[in-house]
């Protein structure tokens, strides 16, 4: 997924979402009627759901069960999930249904109809956005932003009806496109204060996220940050770490590691070439500090 950039306004979550090469890997599409259940595993992508006729529950582990309408989109992280027709079936294992390219699973009628998709990053860096990211991000299809989400769901729903040419290019971008609008409505209903999303929402813990993105290769500490928005050091630092879960220097490191170990991937540039990219000036520290996050040396995604 490749995102343009404003000179005059750096988008966090555009810049992740480049740097992880967020791309839609597959559509999948579900017609049921009855009781029915199936149990998905956890994997290292973004999945959605969305539902456009009917309804559904969708439990995930240690959480009460949700219940999904015509019109509702959801986004699932890094965790094991089952969607049924009733929350007390027992779930058969979805994935075998949906094996050697089937895309279409049909139960025993078309009571309840659902559009399905995952979200795929570059193998490895996944963790930077997942982590941070809630495991289960349900938007409303009565909810702010909604509108523009029923018009993508249209969207895909009329592509998978017809294919046309140029079908898995169009379902790919849609299926992007969807996923950046359920972040934005989840990111703007007014009780996600939490979390990296919530942070971003924040105008002085945004403001210095934004600050730091826009210049990574900046030897920023925490105290600039903090500055930027405009709060004491200690006010910011702790309210960071309460919003993201982790303090701001460790945010800056894994953000920083998690660029270079994209960029060496690439083997475009020299390891002290990326080091330097990311804020740098020792390639020693550099390896340092890329070996306590990944667990090997940055000249092992070079060979």
Known sequence: MILSQS??????????????????????RFKGSGDWALAFPALDRLKFVAVLRGASWLLLPDTAPQRIEAGDCCLIGRT?????????????????LYAEGN?????????????GGGISFTPGNAAFLLDMLPAFMHVSGMSTGAAAITAILGLLDGEAEQPAMGHEAVTAKLAEVLMIH??????????????????????RIGRAIQCFHSAIARPWTVADLAAEAGMSRA????????RIGQAPFAYMRNWRMTRARAALAERHSSVSNVAASVGYTSQSAFGHAFRRTFGEAPRQHTA
């Open 103 to 115: 895309d279409l699973v049909c139960l025993g009628g078309d009571e309840t109809v659902m559009l």
């Open 7 to 28: 000179s005059r306004t750096f988008d966090p979550l555009s810049d992740v979402l480049t740097v992880l090469d967020a791309r839609a890997t597959r559509r999948t």
């Open 235 to 242: 006010a910011f630092s702790s309210a960071f770490t309460r």
């Open 182 to 203: 359920a972040i934005r409505a989840f990111a703007s209903a007014s009780d996600t204060t939490s979390g990296w999303l919530g942070a971003l929402a924040d105008p």
């Open 80 to 96: 094991a999930y089952v969607i049924a027709s009733d929350p007390a079936l027992v779930p058969i294992d979805g994935s075998r």
